[in-house]
């Protein structure tokens, strides 16, 4: 199977297509995409406008020099990818880009362009210049469709008559076109499967089931944005219109002095930012409902003020209602304030309507009815007058706590057994008059188990906890909905686990565990450790795609972030087979003679052990010799053969620079971040890259000698607002013995799995390689349930590769069953989560000290650490102190404390010394610590012109090198 197949081989989620959104009526043009030489920004803010064309990721195929490419960012507002077939154009492409500054924001690729080499979904604007050369090279319009996100926009360059009956082949019916700078332009209608989630528990009914038929079991990541942790995590989200906003109560620490929140608002398919508001709260509360419809978010921005609406697309408020609460619903054209119905109020206007019965629960909206309840009585109202069709007490028949969702004719409430809280109580009520119709009572699951019901496939599901007989699991019971009777059951399997969060659920699928999917027809389970809902919140289906956020939970490894899961199929051993033909590219420079001397610092964190710990001596007190400003972000250096390198992940590249003088050398730009600094070894300069590729470069000039696609496949979507292969690989490779050792990938259970390999590092030929899957690892011993892969820095030995907490022989790829615990590793959240340390005083909650490097066969709970022989020296977040410790992990000799308002971000050790980089108070400047190793007490400090960057120091004999948070590489010597 060709690529152009397999890219093709995912779904296109049309959903029925049958109209298209169009602007006029039907063109051919003649014209590909060109701007006038002064008017750049000008043609191109012609072309994206309006919400049909909205800023994100635009992609610009056949992108020629790149001066085109370039304009279609608008100054920055879009990210954008331009890709050409031929690779003579990237080198210019990418100069002409830097030229104008958008390096990073602006990336160009090669790529054959027989098919798009993205997500479903997941580009807002795609740009064919010149479509029908494109189609000879084998793209289609069904491909384009597919790579294109609901209501996003195609324009077609040098359309001809073709074009129309091509949009039919792809499933659309009448299309029209309009012509527009010289393109026919299409924008993708809605998917009649896809749903959103606007509301809290989905919509007015609040079922928390969706009707999305494209969403199913999560293979794939479809995007990942934002820190990898919260102190108070996502409390809520909801979806409308290709956008998702969600809520996040104030950071604890701040919350008595500035209680509060904020509202975030991101695009839906490729979790790009949009915009960001906050809120007021007070002690009490800090907890606001949000609701999205259309272009409208609904919510209250002070605590029991006013409900606002805001722009969707700018997060600005347009109207401000003369009503106050905490919970709103909205319906069709009103909106009902308050539990129960409080108020009723016009959307457009504000203006009152009607008032309802004071509530006790939630009203709940079907079938164009409004129901509610007091604790004495259900009521059934008109929404247009609020007038009582219905009132029914309660009397004897049980409630439960309320009344809690709707579904075809039935109203059902939830509750706990008074008799008994340990179990839930069900009961439903006739929507037509109100009559009682049955009730259920069942064991709870622990772990803040809710008696919740959903109602999918035509039955009302709960979740039974300890069964009542012995030898049952958990399990989901389905009850018919007009009797209650037990009509199936689905055991919940031992390697699911109860977590502390509702559930959700689809018209196919219930949602529960931590991202399980529970097959309501065919009763089977699919279990997913790729991601994991947010404590206390849960994650959401909307758009054929899973919503999550970053949680506090360590219960299993799992990709943290704001994240988007997916289901694209994982590659196939004969997609495997063929992309191995096109992986390597030769490039036209040579390795270089000679190794890094034995004291330079080759590497990230100096060596394969990663330990960070040199015996070059370094002076007793240190000053500032020269500093450069190399880009947005530089990660930390490195340092060998006279020249110091770093990785610039903002601007996609690496730099080299002189070490006696900081001038540039050169500069190598990609298409994707590098997110650590490159390994220097056997006259080459390797570096791994988010775009999937393994680089070796010369030193001397920075020239390509070869490269390696170690991702499977050219898959690409966004990761923290750049574009991404959905198989990254870290940025520092791991040389050993003339090897180069790296892995492709996230997590063993997404995208079809890691792809670990060693390979020659001055020929790029591929030694070894192994394919790590959730399969694999269950089958070897001492593997536990949940004891999942992460793709992480890699650490050795000599002997042993280490990839987070999992051994691989050097020689081989074999799993061993060496442990890493005496090793450095990640941790929890891995090598790159610089949110260790906290922003504000050294107060944390539990969780945070875990967020750490681990070593020692019990782990040490530090943010950073370094070993040197038998000791390992410590910044302890825990305890807001420097301290020695042993190789073991245990309290060493001494310990020194962290001066009041300082955030140390990097240690190093040099023969008898420590170098510490921190940040000091709020001044946005720095300092570099002297201590002795022996004592722990300072013996010099230097400052630093910025905030020194997250682990990113080095040093040869009689320097030090830093690297801040603004971009500067540092040199300190004597």
Known sequence: ????????????????????????????????????????????????????????????????????????????????????????????????????????????????????????????????????????KGLSVKEALRVTQPKGVIFFGKADATLSKDLADAGIKNPQTAAVEGYARIVKPWPADMDEWQQHRHDTTRTAVSADKLVNPSTSLQWVAGNMWAHKPISQMVSANGRIFYYMPNDVEKLKEQPGFTIEARDAFNGLFLWRTTGEGNKKNCYSLITAAGDRVYTYLKADGPLVALDAATGKTVTTYPTGGTMVTVYKDILIFGQGVRDVHDAKTGQKLWTGPAGYDPCIIGDDQIFTATKDAIFCLDPKTGKTIWTTPFGDNPRGSGLFCYADGVLYCSGRDSGNVGRGLNSAYSAKDGKFLWSYTYPLPGHGGRPDIWPIGGLAWVHRGDPAKAGENEAFIGLDPKTGKESKTIDMPKLVKHRCYAYNGTVNYLLGGGMDFFDVAAGKVYSFHGGRGVCGFGYIPANGLVYTGPTLCECFAHIRGLTAFGSAPAPTAEELSAAKKSRFLKGTAAPQAGQPDKDDWPTFRRNPARAGSTEAPIPGSLAIKWEKKVGSRATAPVAAQGRIFAALPEDCGVVALDGKSGDILWQFTTSSPVNLPPTVSDGVVLFGCTDGWVYALSPGKGELIWRLRAAPLDRRIVGRERVESAWPVFGSVLAMNGTAYFAAGRHDETDGGIFLFAADIRTGQVVWEQRIVRETLLQQVGVRAVDNEMNDLLVSDGKTIFMYNKAFDAKTGARTKDASSNFLWGGTSGWLDDMTLPPYGWKHEMQRQRMIRTVGKRGSQNSIIVQAGSKSFNINVDRGEITQGGADGKKGGWSVKIPDGACPKSILHAQDTLVIAAAVGTSGKGEIWIHSAADGSQTSKTELPAVPAFDAIAAIPGFVFVSTQDGRIICLGK
């Open 1 to 136: 199977m060709n690529k152009a197949n397999r890219m093709n081989r995912h779904s296109f989620r049309s959903g029925g297509i049958e109209t298209l959104v169009l602007l006029a009526a039907f063109a051919f043009l003649d014209s590909a995409l060109t701007f006038a030489a002064g008017e750049p920004k000008t043609s191109a803010e012609r072309l994206i406008v309006g919400d049909s064309a909205r800023p994100g990721l635009c992609v610009h195929a056949d992108c020629g020099g790149g001066t085109a490419t370039a304009a279609l960012a608008l100054g920055g507002k879009n990210l954008v990818q331009g890709l050409t077939a031929d690779e003579k154009q990237v080198a210019p492409a990418r100069a002409h880009v830097a030229s104008q500054k958008l390096s990073g924001r602006v990336t160009i690729d090669y790529h054959p362009l027989t098919c798009l080499p993205y997500a479903d979904n997941l580009v807002n604007t795609l740009f064919l210049d010149d479509f029908p050369a494109l189609q000879k």
